[in-house]
């Protein structure tokens, strides 16, 4: 699940950080596990172009208190869980995020991921759902060399 920031902010206090949120959205955050475990910094491992598909909406009246959050791959659940479980909860991770970064309309921050995280390939279909806001789905494709 994704949090879309709806007005700047900059050192927002976790019990104000609700009124920076514009809305809600579903991302798949996929990481080259090889790469990220072989560099010294994760930009590379998280960082090229179809990495981060977002969408395919914004919700602004969606309440993520808890709701179920899963990802299938080629119809297969791989990863589940719940936002209530989440480790920080959306006002922790505004508060955090804009201790050292100024947040603009627009900005988004990816809320985390379930256990479960296994490799891809070529031709997989990932399908990541939150329930009560919708389904993103996107196919596995190899860069051409």
Do not use: H
Request: glycine share 12%; hydrophobic share 35%.
């Amino acid at each position: 699940m994704v949090v879309v920031i709806g007005r700047a902010g900059r050192r927002v206090k976790a019990e104000d950080a609700m009124s920076v949120v514009f809305g809600y959205t579903i991302g798949n955050d996929v990481t080259a596990r090889d790469i990220q475990k072989s560099d010294p910094q994760w930009t590379r491992g998280k960082g090229f172009d179809t990495f981060c598909p977002l969408g395919p909406w914004v919700d602004t009246q969606f309440d993520p208190s808890d709701v179920r959050v899963t990802c299938t791959v080629n119809g297969e659940l791989r990863q589940d869980g719940r936002t209530r479980d989440f480790i920080f909860g959306i006002p922790e991770l505004i508060a955090y995020v804009s201790a050292f970064s100024t947040l603009e309309p627009g900005d988004v921050i990816m809320t985390g991921t379930p256990p479960g995280v296994r490799p891809v390939q070529p031709g997989d279909t990932m399908t990541v759902t939150v329930e009560g806001l919708g389904e993103l789905s996107n196919p596995v494709l190899a860069e051409d060399a």
